[in-house]
């Protein structure tokens, strides 16, 4: 009876199996994966023509035709290793030196044997080529049939007709290279005498002596289609200008205003690109639309600059008369200004190459330190008179709000922490004294916390931005008299000449204008050109002539608008008891400013800055601006603190510390600050007795009743 094997003994005996050494001691290995990588390669011979059909095209023809068409590129391969190791052997050849020579039949037989090879390889390579070409134009002719537009052409019939251009190219430039063609100047010559013959000779340059630029090519065609290479090359060259001017621009207006020096170089980089691309697109409508001139009144070059000029320039700078700049204060006032991150760039949409921008960056580096005129002038090309007048418009409300907002503020409360009565005290006390006197006159003033800081500061930004329209004016002053001096001999315009003795000045500057009359451009458009022309003469002689330099003031307009700002009684003060002028009283605003200027012109500690440190001469031209519209200028000369004090120590001279200031150090500050007023007051003077002139009566006097004695009034 077979006995039955249990589920479990059979699993286990299979188990048992793992155990079983084997007999030839050999170990079980499994072998690793290997992948199959396929890569079609379609540069084939097409010699599978079903493969073809199936793979790229839909005819069993194409691919007899591809197959033709590559037997053909490798001939063609055959003969250009034929043409680069082809040799002359001319020279090798035995010439025959006469007619008469018994052996010339035998030489000329042996010449023939030994050429014919090789006549026969150009031959062969003759009737090729002139095969290949029949054959090239065959099947773009073919290409370029009406009913073949809409069927489709394979990449590998393309690159084919590719490859055979490339053929062509190759072998003709191995003939123009074995032959010499290019070294042969007699051929030239030849050609140019039968050219002549012909009368179709051709210019070889222009009259101009320039070459046509890539734009000047007109179209060509490619394939049997007619392709505008000028519209194509325009578009791809309008776009790179395009791109640069937007470039400038973004880079400008992630940089401080000390970057606009920049600003016209690159313009007329791009400016002379275009002018040597031409005909392009008008500059300046690429300009307006780079600028975003097309759908606002102001550009983003207009808005920016105001932007810096409102945020960073008039609260962070300082002004220095002696050098005619504005630098960065070493104490600011106001929260850092953060601006957007320079946008990157190719070197050749800035200036050009690496080189280059490495140059002009060295040499704008001297300009990022400052602002001065080369800027003013940079943003006046820039801006231009409506930019310039925006610009304006908007620091004149700046000014408005400071003097009619804190600084108002400032100038009350000021004005209850003043003496009521600060008489100047005589020279007798000595210049010690009068210094103790004023000191502990002023001494509220002097402990006032806030306004070396937020008062000066306010003061500061009204004075720079007075200052930056002076300097406008001035930098726009200059490009106006280029402007009309080169404009000067076409308007009839001539300058004084050197008269000598015995000579008439009518009579030589009326041969001047004799001989110059043919430049004048007014009477000669008159009467040569059209009504529209005319019209166009005149204005424009007209828009030269009259020019903000030639009479007319901008500085004079922003001084006479300023003035109503300061409307308030709080500057000029109750009408005097005397009837004529306050004396003692410190109710008007040059005594206040007087009290201002002693706590400045104390002299600070060693680790102090100083005012001018601080916030340069834009605070005294802020002063100084404001007494002269009050019409106080002469009150503050004769009643101030500190001249007063500074009369008395040059007569007494003495040198002592009061209250821990040393007076001579003081006395050398006023005098200091007695010059600059002086200069600011002058300047101001000049703008503003300019217009005064007109509306002054011819006798300016005041009648005052004469002082009755003491003795008199009581009787």
Known sequence: MAS??????????????????????????????????????????????????????????????????????????????????????????????????????????????????????????MYFQRLAIDRFCGEVRRLCH???????????YLLTLGKFINMFAVLDELKNMKCSVKNDHSAYKRYRHRKVQNGTLFPFCSVSGQQTGPV???????????????????????????????????????????????RPVRLDIIHMTHKLSSPLPLMDAMFREANHNVSAPYGRITLHVFWELNYDFLPNYCYNGSTNRFV?????????????????????????????????????????????????????????????????????????????????QYVKTLMEVMPKICRLPR???????????????????????????????????????????????????????????????????????????????????????????????????????????????????LLTKERLCCGLSMFEVILTRVRGFLDDPIWRGPLPSNGVMHVDECVEFHRLWSAMQFVYCIPVGAHEFTVEQCFGDGLHWAGCMIISLLGQQRRFDILDFSYHLLKVQKHDGKDEIIKSVPLKKMVDRIRKFQVLNDEIFAILNKYLKSGDGENMPVEHVRCFQPPIHQSLASN
Request: net charge negative.
């Open 4 to 125: 039955t094997v249990t589920l479990e003994d059979a699993l286990s005996n299979v188990d048992l199996l793992e155990e079983l050494p084997l007999p030839d001691q050999q170990p079980c290995i499994e072998p690793l994966p290997s992948s199959l990588m396929y890569q079609p390669n379609f540069n084939t011979n097409f010699e599978d023509r079903n493969a073809f059909v199936t793979g790229i095209a839909r005819y069993i023809e194409q691919a007899t035709v591809h197959s033709n068409m590559n037997e053909m590129l490798e001939e063609g391969q055959e003969y250009a290793v034929m043409l680069y190791t082809w040799r002359s052997c001319s020279r090798a050849i035995p010439q025959v030196k006469c007619n008469e020579q018994p052996n010339r039949v035998e030489i000329y037989e042996k010449t023939v044997e030994v050429l014919e090879p090789e006549v026969t390889k150009l031959m062969n390579f």
């Open 427 to 541: 020279h007798e006390y000595g210049s010690p004294g009068i210094l103790e006197f004023f000191h502990h006159q002023l001494k509220d003033i002097v402990e006032y916390a806030e306004l070396k800081t937020v008062c000066f500061q306010n003061l500061r930004e009204v004075g720079n931005a007075l200052l930056f329209c002076l300097l406008s004016e001035q930098s726009l002053s200059q490009e106006e008299v280029c402007d009309l001096l080169h404009a000067a001999p076409f308007q009839n315009i001539l300058p004084r000449v050197h008269v000598k003795e015995g000579e008439r000045l009518d009579a030589k500057m009326k041969r001047l204008e004799a001989k110059y009359t043919a430049l004048h451009l007014v009477p000669l458009i008159e009467r040569l050109g059209t009504p529209q022309q005319i019209a166009i003469a005149r204005e424009g002689d």
């Open 328 to 408: 960065r204060t070493v104490l600011p006032f106001s929260q850092e200004f953060q601006r957007d991150k320079p946008p990157n760039a190719q070197p050749q949409y800035l200036y050009g190459s690496k080189a280059l921008n490495l140059a002009y960056s060295s040499i704008f580096g001297f300009y990022r330190h400052f602002v001065g005129p080369p800027h003013i002038k940079a943003m006046c090309r820039l801006l231009g008179y409506q930019g310039i007048a925006v610009v304006m418009e908007e620091l004149l409300k700046v000014v408005k709000s400071l003097l009619q907002g804190t600084i108002m």
């Open 216 to 262: 000047g090519l007109w179209s060509t065609v490619l394939l049997g289609r007619s392709i505008d290479l000028n519209r194509l090359i325009t578009q791809r060259v309008s776009a790179a200008l395009y791109k640069s001017l937007e470039l400038a621009i973004n880079r400008f207006e992630s940089e401080d205003l000390t970057s606009i020096v920049v």
């Open 146 to 156: 009406v009913e073949r537009r809409k069927d489709f052409v394979s990449e590998a």
